[in-house]
């Protein structure tokens, strides 16, 4: 009893991430599993499974706020699934030593580049005219599916943030028709891994525990988005990731307990420093915004005066 209310304060905890920066949710999901001790391909088919549910609420919430481009949807979705069924097999053909090793990797590299993207970098760059074509979702949707696979998550750290620094699409349609493709490639995967692991170790009262969470967490994350700094919330996450995989990876590595308290100290001193950059940058963009504030309430007081 007391595992399953852990998986469904980790599911709770990763649609709070998610909700308030769309993406992350499979990430944080399928590292709390691992960390519980779970296989690794029975981590990322449990999170898939839970993640058909809130995909599907997410997608549909977007769909209504009319956040979706439908042509970006169908060119994404596609390669997506194909992508996300192909990691899905082969995630499952790997050794257990082989897949655990893997999946830490692909977790730690995600989790390292939320953090730097929001500790470090603009968060977003003005809209282009052009629009996204085939010949850049198409490989998008394959990537980011196959990640999203063999890794338990990464389907919005790679489809959402690539769309949004391509600045083809405004950031509001980004994230809901990432969201609403995400269902699709979410079925996909979940398909894949039952045919594949026939049901072999899955425990879905797991799944329950991740979707109720899940679920329980969509309004609180729909508030916080409006109220939680979204640079400050990437960075503790994609820190907490981090330093999370950081331990399985070194100990699937079979590092020493010097060489793991060496690598944890820098480990620490960057999510620090990256802390204090979210929070130097979000004093700096408060800055900007009121001067802007201030221009244009002199710029009406000026016009009114004429």
Do not use: C
Request: no cysteine; proline share 3%.
């Amino acid at each position: 009893m007391l595992t399953l209310l852990l998986v469904g304060l980790a599911g709770f905890l990763a649609q709070l991430v998610s909700g308030t920066l769309g993406m992350g949710y499979g990430m944080t999901a399928t590292t709390a599993l691992v960390v519980f001790g779970t296989a690794p391909a029975i981590a990322s088919a449990s999170a898939h499974f839970a993640q058909v549910g809130t995909s599907l609420a997410s997608g549909v919430s977007h769909w209504r706020f009319r956040n979706v481009d439908w042509r970006a949807v169908g060119i994404l979705a596609g390669p997506g699934s194909v992508g996300a069924v192909i990691g899905a097999v082969l995630l499952v053909s790997f050794s257990a030593d082989f897949a655990t090793g893997w999946m830490s990797v692909i977790l730690f590299a995600l989790g390292v580049y939320v953090l730097v993207r929001f500790a470090f970098l603009r968060v977003g760059k003005l809209i282009t005219e052009k629009r996204p074509g085939v010949r850049f979702l198409a490989p998008l949707g394959l990537v980011a599916g196959f990640v999203d696979a063999t890794g338990g998550g990464g389907w919005g750290p790679v489809a959402t943030t690539t769309l949004l620094s391509s600045g083809r699409l405004e950031p509001r349609k980004v994230v809901g028709s990432v969201q609403m493709a995400e269902f699709a490639v979410t079925v996909s995967a979940s398909l894949a891994f039952l045919a594949a692991l026939s049901l072999h170790g899955m425990d879905f009262a797991v799944v329950a525990a991740l979707l109720i969470g899940g679920v329980l967490a969509a309004p609180i994350g729909a508030v916080l988005t409006r109220r939680m700094p979204p640079r400050l919330l990437g960075t503790a996450a994609g820190g907490l990731i981090v330093l999370t995989n950081g331990w399985q990876l070194l100990g699937a590595l079979g590092a020493a307990p010097v060489v793991i308290a060496l690598v944890y100290v820098a480990l620490t001193a960057f999510l620090v420093t990256a802390l204090l950059a979210a929070l130097r940058s979000m004093r700096e963009e408060r800055r900007i915004n009121a001067l802007v504030g201030e221009d244009g309430v002199n710029a009406a007081a000026e016009r009114a005066r004429r």
